[in-house]
T-cell receptor, first 113, second 112 residues
Framework: AQSVTQLGSHVSVSEGALVLLRCNYSSSVPPYLFWYVQYPNQGLQLLLKYTTGATLVKGINGFEAEFKKSETSFHLTKPSAHMSDAAEYFCAVSESGYQKVTFGTGTKLQVIP | NAGVTQTPKFQVLKTGQSMTLQCAQDMNHEYMSWYRQDPGMGLRLIHYSVGAGITDQGEVPNGYNVSRSTTEDFPLRLLSAAPSQTSVYFC???????????FGPGTRLTVL
């Protein structure tokens, strides 16, 4: 069965500092991995995804994530935080060939001016 | 394209009442899903569909029914509302499982 663990329900960074949001997954088959962002009172928006191929994936708003099979991780990073990055971020996994998607419990990012 | 639309945005029910949350998408996506979002629990899958006429249960299906008579619409029915169903409900769709999902704006449901 697939599962997702996001370390840290709340993360605070200073404006301009590195953003690192952690995600570990378990899957019995090669996974599809996703990061979504949710702004207050809105639905989720896809940030980036990994399916096959290059393990470093670039997404919108300057975010990127690296798929590390040996560590079963898919951490999200951004070199320099902006105030507009304050939101909740969700990691999700789907086993290839299987429509069910499992979400992590989310990480709220606070950006301090 | 309107994307994924959900109605209503807000709803208050009394225990035992029934209602239908509407979801529609205009992107010709085969895959559609319903999730509930509760604080500290992320999103949990209620039901999903891989095409018209095909539905299956997710992680928390009890108390909910779905049907998929057309590609565009995927309504979620609460049969007899309970306070434990107080939540924010999201509908999502995707073309293929590997594409990531488009989410609607959500319905905030309160059951008294």
């Amino acid at each position: 069965a697939q599962s997702v663990t996001q370390l840290g329900s709340h993360v605070s960074v200073s404006e301009g500092a590195l953003v690192l949001l952690r995600c570990n997954y378990s899957s019995s088959v090669p996974p599809y991995l996703f990061w979504y962002v949710q702004y207050p009172n809105q639905g989720l928006q896809l940030l980036l995804k990994y399916t096959t191929g290059a393990t470093l994936v670039k997404g919108i708003n300057g975010f990127e994530a690296e798929f590390k099979k040996s560590e079963t991780s898919f951490h999200l990073t951004k070199p320099s935080a902006h105030m507009s990055d304050a939101a909740e971020y969700f990691c999700a996994v789907s086993e290839s060939g299987y429509q069910k998607v499992t979400f992590g419990t989310g990480t709220k990012l606070q950006v301090i001016p | 394209n309107a994307g994924v639309t959900q109605t209503p945005k807000f709803q208050v029910l009394k225990t035992g009442q029934s209602m239908t949350l509407q979801c529609a998408q205009d992107m010709n996506h085969e895959y559609m899903s319903w999730y509930r979002q509760d604080p500290g629990m992320g999103l949990r899958l209620i039901h999903y569909s891989v095409g018209a006429g095909i539905t299956d249960q997710g992680e928390v299906p009890n108390g909910y029914n779905v049907s998929r008579s057309t590609t565009e619409d995927f309504p979620l029915r609460l049969l007899s509302a309970a306070p434990s169903q107080t939540s924010v409900y999201f509908c999502a769709s995707s073309y293929r499982e590997r594409d990531g999902q488009f989410f609607g704006p959500g319905t905030r449901l309160t059951v008294l």
